[in-house]
């Protein structure tokens, strides 16, 4: 008889033979993928070793650059700001009294002389009063006289002649009245200047202080401008300002100081500053935005680089350096933090960072590691890639 137990142990042992097989299958395909992982790791890294230089060994040459020598030298000072136009003389036309417009002796952007007439409004009750008056001054006038004559012949009394004298006074002082009321009918020009748009038509009603136009006097202008406190002890009045105005950005306009607020701002802890802005040819017009440029004292030996050294990042400003015994033609690369200050064109002021005669790199920098091989190259010579 066959023994019934023989057969499950030999089925177990077949089961479990196949599951080692199967174990061992992925096994290998686990070290195989590692390998090909490590493999693609290695080769990354040599990749990136080649490109950085050889840092495992391989030895790579100077890398070409442009530099320059940094000299102290004099450079033009300035306290820039933005300032505001505004005219020296400008005022709202506008009635004295109430009226009908009769008459309008301008039109808009019309120059007009001081004093010119602009609007008249009826006035014709005024100037009937008016002839009524002067008619009454003329007979208090002869009254007058003829009291003088008889009084020093003794004919007239004193009283009467002093009685005749406040007749004449308050007829010309009535004269007086009607010819201001006459002149508050009329609206002239308080100085030269341009007229703005006009608001009024013939025939119609104005009342007093309604708005008619503007008028402007464009030779002369003011520029209006804040500067810091700190800066307070370097503006001086006659100062010159450099204006410049996107409206005409090939020019230059110059202005001087003619007054510093005594005050300084509360919220700002700015001083207003105002110049006198020639402007004759009426390029400029009040209420323009401008750059204004506080003309100072040159800044004595300022080390000023091009704008294309300066690197700039997260950490702040900072400038590669060549160091070595001949700098000039080459060395090792030393990345210096620096402080710019203000540009001049295409240069910057460095104000901290860098001594008389450090040779900087100027062209080529973003590919220098500290402590890198440079050299130095004549700015317009092939430099290798």
Known sequence: MPDNNSSPSRFDSAVSASGLRSLGRRFSSIIILLVILGLLFAGLVLWRNIRLGGQQGWAQGPLPVTATVVEPREVPASLDAVGTLRAVNEVMLAPEASGRVVDIEFEAGDTVEK???????FDAPERADLASAKAALTLAQTQLKRSQRLASTGVDSKERRDQRAAQRDQAAAAVERLEA?????????????KVGIRRIDPGQYLNAGEEVATLTALDTLFVEFALPQQDLS???????????????????FT?????????????????SVQAVLDNKDGALRPGMYVTASLALPPQQNAL???????MTSAQGDSIAVVRGETPKEGGTADIV???SGRRIGNEVVVTRGLVPGDVVVTDGQLRIQPGASLEVKQPGSPQEK
């Open 255 to 271: 202005a001087k100081v003619n007054a510093i607020e005594p005050q300084i701002g509360k919220d700002t802890r700015n001083v």
């Open 234 to 252: 370097r503006i001086k009045t006659g100062a010159t300002v450099d204006v410049k105005s996107d409206a005409w950005p090939e020019r230059t």
């Open 304 to 310: 000023v680089v091009p704008e294309t050294a300066i």
């Open 181 to 193: 009321h006459i002149r508050q009918k009329q609206i002239r020009a308080p100085f030269a200047g």
């Open 115 to 121: 004093d010119a007439l602009l609007v008249q409004l």
């Open 337 to 339: 933090p620096v402080i």
